[in-house]
């Protein structure tokens, strides 16, 4: 079968191509990507090219498809995994596979497995870590979307706290705690702020920093303050002591804070503001192998502050991401931004930050140019109507009409 797919043949050097796959084998499945939500840790991987722990070192010679937060439907199922996987069936894929001898991944590793890409085979390695999962969700692009509110699942879970007079650790964010995510308006900052209010384990505060008022605003009107749950929107941009600033807010310090953004000065702010036994959990992924911050070692010894860092989640995380979506006591929905065509996911990827907004989404059978969804508005046509009337936040009716109405690739 052909495919088309983008892939990484080494630094900054993404190129969208048609090739044969070959025939699957007996421990392999054949696979349609049917949508792909493009990760920061994906421009990460195209600057870094080869020299990327998860990408192989002859990227020239034999390139990756990238893409890791993909949804689709199985073709056909290999013999060894007949009894499990079925052809129809929707599927989505945890990409950190935690393979025990090497770092390999979709979307990092594999020549012929990745989110950008029309049809892939689905490596042996994704059903031996049981991490192939049925997907039964409305939408193809909320199951693109499991894979990063996994990754906040995980986060979520990582941090810790001290059981009342023990040395032994409960693990999760405290139940009616301060929380405090910091530089947290981009989409896995909202994918966190979404899982605090509804998931298991609540705080009773919360507080979302930023520089950006506008970026702020629209956070503040996805996720207003529920279910007695408070929820602080500050703009940071001109504060000069943030750390008392942000006392202030709740009067007091934090039992968990979660930091968004790879910024030294973030980090030791961040530590200035834990309570005793409070927990930092730093989210944010750095691309300097050198990156380090100045943290309050005097309250780690004599207050029991505790430091995490967390990159992806686990298939349990998956898991239950998959349950919440498919339950809809979340909205993924919310951090969508763009949509665009397989043919547009290159310049997309290798330029995210300039492009800025949220999740940008694939469609991967389709072609078509990045579009903002905060655009579509100034269009007279039936899905800036279909975006409009659900205030402007993408959904399933709009990508009905994507996947009838647009362009084939």
């Given at each position: 079968?052909?495919?088309?797919?983008?892939?990484?043949?080494?630094?900054?050097?993404?190129?969208?191509?048609?090739?044969?796959?070959?025939?699957?084998?007996?421990?392999?499945?054949?696979?349609?990507?049917?949508?792909?939500?493009?990760?920061?840790?994906?421009?990460?991987?195209?600057?870094?090219?080869?020299?990327?722990?998860?990408?192989?070192?002859?990227?020239?010679?034999?390139?990756?498809?990238?893409?890791?937060?993909?949804?689709?439907?199985?073709?056909?199922?290999?013999?060894?995994?007949?009894?499990?996987?079925?052809?129809?069936?929707?599927?989505?894929?945890?990409?950190?596979?935690?393979?025990?001898?090497?770092?390999?991944?979709?979307?990092?590793?594999?020549?012929?497995?990745?989110?950008?890409?029309?049809?892939?085979?689905?490596?042996?390695?994704?059903?031996?870590?049981?991490?192939?999962?049925?997907?039964?969700?409305?939408?193809?692009?909320?199951?693109?979307?499991?894979?990063?509110?996994?990754?906040?699942?995980?986060?979520?879970?990582?941090?810790?706290?001290?059981?009342?007079?023990?040395?032994?650790?409960?693990?999760?964010?405290?139940?009616?705690?301060?929380?405090?995510?910091?530089?947290?308006?981009?989409?896995?900052?909202?994918?966190?702020?979404?899982?605090?209010?509804?998931?298991?384990?609540?705080?009773?505060?919360?507080?979302?920093?930023?520089?950006?008022?506008?970026?702020?605003?629209?956070?503040?009107?996805?996720?207003?303050?529920?279910?007695?749950?408070?929820?602080?929107?500050?703009?940071?941009?001109?504060?000069?002591?943030?750390?008392?600033?942000?006392?202030?807010?709740?009067?007091?310090?934090?039992?968990?804070?979660?930091?968004?953004?790879?910024?030294?000065?973030?980090?030791?702010?961040?530590?200035?503001?834990?309570?005793?036994?409070?927990?930092?959990?730093?989210?944010?992924?750095?691309?300097?192998?050198?990156?380090?911050?100045?943290?309050?070692?005097?309250?780690?010894?004599?207050?029991?502050?505790?430091?995490?860092?967390?990159?992806?989640?686990?298939?349990?995380?998956?898991?239950?991401?998959?349950?919440?979506i498919e339950a809809k006591k979340v909205n993924v929905a919310n951090v969508v931004t763009h949509i665009l065509g397989l043919n547009a996911v290159g310049e997309t990827t290798l330029n995210q930050p300039e492009v800025g907004g949220g999740k940008k989404l694939v469609?991967?059978?389709?072609?078509?140019?990045?579009?903002?969804?905060?655009?579509?508005?100034?269009?007279?046509?039936?899905?800036?109507?279909?975006?409009?009337?659900?205030?402007?936040?993408?959904?399933?009716?709009?990508?009905?009409?994507?996947?009838?109405?647009?362009?084939?690739?």
């Open positions: 079968m052909k495919t088309k797919a983008v892939r990484l043949y080494g630094k900054k050097d993404l190129r969208l191509e048609e090739f044969e796959l070959p025939k699957i084998n007996e421990d392999e499945i054949l696979a349609s990507v049917i949508t792909d939500s493009i990760c920061m840790s994906t421009w990460k991987l195209s600057n870094q090219g080869a020299d990327h722990k998860k990408a192989p070192d002859n990227l020239a010679e034999q390139p990756i498809i990238v893409g890791h937060e993909f949804c689709g439907e199985i073709l056909e199922v290999g013999a060894s995994w007949q009894s499990k996987y079925k052809p129809g069936e929707k599927y989505v894929v945890q990409a950190n596979l935690q393979l025990p001898d090497r770092p390999d991944c979709p979307g990092y590793s594999y020549p012929f497995m990745g989110g950008d890409a029309t049809y892939i085979i689905l490596s042996k390695d994704v059903m031996v870590q049981d991490c192939l999962i049925p997907y039964n969700g409305e939408t193809y692009f909320e199951g693109s979307l499991i894979e990063p509110l996994s990754c906040v699942i995980g986060a979520f879970e990582a941090n810790y706290h001290l059981i009342d007079n023990s040395y032994e650790h409960k693990m999760g964010i405290k139940e009616d705690g301060t929380l405090l995510i910091m530089g947290g308006t981009g989409p896995m900052g909202l994918l966190a702020i979404d899982y605090a209010l509804h998931g298991p384990v609540n705080p009773k505060k919360i507080v979302v920093t930023d520089v950006n008022e506008e970026k702020l605003k629209r956070a503040e009107a996805l996720y207003p303050s529920q279910n007695g749950i408070e929820v602080f929107y500050v703009n940071v941009k001109d504060e000069s002591d943030q750390t008392e600033f942000l006392k202030k807010t709740v009067g007091g310090k934090f039992d968990d804070i979660f930091v968004m953004i790879p910024v030294s000065k973030v980090l030791s702010e961040a530590s200035a503001l834990l309570n005793p036994d409070g927990c930092l959990n730093f989210f944010a992924g750095p691309q300097d192998k050198t990156f380090s911050a100045e943290i309050n070692f005097y309250d780690l010894h004599y207050s029991f502050t505790h430091y995490v860092g967390t990159s992806g989640g686990n298939t349990e995380d998956m898991r239950k991401a998959v349950e919440l469609y991967t059978h389709k072609n078509f140019e990045r579009t903002e969804l905060s655009e579509l508005e100034d269009l007279d046509n039936e899905l800036a109507k279909i975006v409009a009337e659900n205030q402007g936040i993408w959904s399933r009716q709009a990508e009905d009409y994507v996947l009838r109405h647009f362009e084939e690739i």
